[in-house]
């Protein structure tokens, strides 16, 4: 199985930022696409950016040009640089894997979720 750990949330005010870390672990063949979805209270998740094991991104047009996605493939971590965050910003953030074991490859793997709130 995959587990991944998330950390880096908090409260800021709007304009301010935070990173968040995503780490992975166990008995991890590869590990192939990895992103961050938010889900705010009373809305479905969505997906915030996801990034390939090749570095390919793609992001949610309402985080474009303030959020930045990398990843270590070396540490099996995921980062979501959040810059000029906005109240609407306000979610429980997910880390996701698209991640194989000896069990098979799995999109499913999420972390426990991290508080990000932005207000003044």
């Known amino acids: 199985q995959v587990q991944l750990v998330e950390s880096g949330g908090g409260l800021v005010q709007p304009g301010g930022s935070l990173r968040l870390s995503c780490a992975a672990s166990g008995s991890i063949f590869k590990i192939y696409a990895m992103g961050w979805f938010r889900q705010a209270p009373g809305k479905q998740r969505e997906l915030v950016a996801s990034i390939t094991s090749g570095g390919s991104t793609n992001y949610a047009n309402s985080v474009k040009g303030r959020f930045t996605i990398s990843r270590d493939n070396a540490k099996n971590t995921v980062y979501l640089q959040m810059n000029s965050l906005k109240p609407e910003d306000t979610a429980v953030y997910y880390c996701?894997?698209?991640?194989?074991?000896?069990?098979?490859?799995?999109?499913?793997?999420w972390g426990q979720g991290t508080q990000v709130t932005v207000s003044s």
């Open positions: 996701n894997a698209d991640a194989a074991t000896w069990q098979g490859r799995s999109p499913d793997y």
